[in-house]
């Protein structure tokens, strides 16, 4: 134990290999081209630029859904005054830190209000509201979807999560540095405000994002749906992040089979609370049988979207349930590492599933939009995760990946699984 508690923020052993460090600018260049190539491909296909734009709108939807889920992990650790997730606990600061690169990445989506009437929202355009709900413009659904209380409320929000990524993530290289154990007490007291104004802004955020794309229907729950998919991926993304750390010689004592045993209990335990949520969703708007309502299903069960609606329930919940059940599997941190993929390609899946029907069914296209349509989310996919990636690798590129200096250290290099 003596060993770990002399290690400082210099340690290479906590330090990213300079070959991958290296590789962060790069691959935020990349990212930037192809998504730039994805958006000018789309503008000459048959989607056109409201195809492109919705597949740019589901690739950043799924990195920021990740990012949050990350942000999120980071808040409740403080919250519950958590000791063993202490060594896992930089991952997620690092994911969180790019929440203010996030923010200027939603600068696209804006755009489509003030430059392309109905591109992503039909709201955006006055003669749809016109022909279909002209009862909006007196009314206070109206005024909640206007341009620029769209923007302002856009800007509330990445303000609120860009100051709380930016405080706990510098706050805690701080503590790096000179161990003060007032800082923690500071991220703690900070932390029950901080989950309130995340449920809020996190809800209202899915709401006005994606939910409004159908502005006629409504859920409740669609915000907690967003919560639950983005916490279950940011777990996931944080055990293959650590897997594949201690696999180049990073972090190999600090992290056990431990923490690779809470890490699977977590992610079991929101695989089904997403499955909960996505079930009580259905269920409600199915038995209420009110066409307001069930349009929004129904447009996801024509033009090839039935297979992904029934594949979601099979490759979102019933396989990884079982899955990582086990506590031989949770134990056995390659077996975990596949699941934790598995789970970010089907949450991914989950995504395109929110975004891409309505966009197809307005346009009259099929599923994918053909071979040009699938390499339009092929770019932007790949664009959006890759400034994702570099962003966290540039933030990482002078951090120790462990909290070196805080006070609960010593407890979660002591953590063992009753």
């Given amino acids: 134990?003596?060993?770990?508690?002399?290690?400082?923020?210099?340690?290479?052993?906590?330090?990213?290999?300079?070959?991958?460090?290296?590789?962060?600018?790069?691959?935020?260049?990349?990212?930037?081209?192809?998504?730039?190539?994805?958006?000018?491909?789309?503008?000459?296909?048959?989607?056109?630029?409201?195809?492109?734009?919705?597949?740019?709108?589901?690739?950043?939807?799924?990195?920021?859904?990740?990012?949050?889920g990350a942000l999120f992990f980071v808040l409740i650790q403080h919250l519950c005054r958590a000791g063993w997730s202490v060594t896992v606990r930089r991952v997620a600061e690092l994911f969180m830190s790019t929440l203010p690169m996030l923010g200027l990445l939603f600068i696209p989506v804006l755009g489509t209000l003030f430059f392309g009437q109905g591109t992503l929202y039909k709201w955006d355009d006055p003669q749809w509201i016109q022909d279909h709900h002209p009862e909006w413009a007196t009314n206070s659904k109206g005024f909640y979807l206007q341009d620029w209380f769209f923007t302002l409320r856009a800007l509330i929000y990445f303000g609120i999560w860009s100051f709380l990524a930016r405080y706990y993530f510098q706050t805690s290289r701080r503590q790096d540095e000179t161990a003060e154990l007032r800082l923690t007490e500071k991220m703690q007291a900070l932390s029950g405000p901080g989950v309130i104004l995340f449920a809020l802004s996190l809800s209202f955020a899915a709401f006005d994002w994606l939910m409004s794309m159908e502005p006629a229907w409504f859920s409740t729950m669609f915000g907690v749906y967003i919560f639950a998919g983005g916490i279950l991926s940011a777990l996931s993304g944080m055990l293959v992040t650590i897997f594949l750390l201690q696999r180049g010689g990073t972090i190999r004592d600090e992290v056990t089979v431990e923490h690779f045993h809470d890490f699977g209990k977590l992610i079991f335990g929101f695989i089904t609370f997403?499955?909960?949520?996505?079930?009580?969703?259905?269920?409600?708007?199915?038995?209420?049988?009110?066409p307001e309502e069930t349009f929004w299903f129904k447009y996801r069960q024509e033009n090839g979207w039935t297979a992904i609606s029934l594949l979601l329930p099979i490759c979102h919940w019933l396989l990884p349930f079982i899955g990582t059940m086990s506590r031989h599997v949770r134990r056995r941190p390659a077996l975990m590492c596949f699941w934790a993929c598995w789970i970010l390609v089907v949450h991914f899946i989950d995504i395109y599933w929110i975004v891409m029907p309505t966009v197809t069914h307005e346009?009259?296209?099929?599923?994918?939009?053909?071979?040009?349509?699938?390499?339009?989310?092929?770019?932007?996919?790949?664009?959006?995760?890759?400034?994702?990636?570099?962003?966290?690798?540039?933030?990482?590129?002078?951090?120790?990946?462990?909290?070196?200096?805080?006070?609960?250290l010593h407890e979660s290099l002591a953590f063992h699984n009753l």
């Fill in 274 to 290: 997403w499955t909960y949520i996505a079930f009580s969703q259905y269920l409600l708007i199915w038995y209420a049988n009110i």
């Fill in 363 to 408: 346009m009259e296209i099929g599923l994918l939009g053909g071979i040009s349509g699938v390499l339009v989310s092929l770019l932007c996919t790949l664009g959006m995760i890759g400034l994702f990636i570099g962003g966290v690798l540039r933030s990482g590129e002078s951090a120790p990946w462990i909290p070196v200096r805080d006070p609960r």
């Fill in 1 to 68: 134990m003596s060993e770990h508690t002399m290690k400082t923020p210099d340690d290479p052993t906590l330090r990213l290999p300079q070959a991958v460090a290296k590789r962060a600018v790069p691959l935020m260049a990349t990212g930037a081209v192809l998504l730039v190539a994805g958006i000018l491909l789309g503008t000459a296909t048959p989607g056109g630029m409201k195809f492109a734009m919705g597949a740019y709108l589901t690739a950043f939807i799924y990195v920021l859904t990740i990012a949050l």
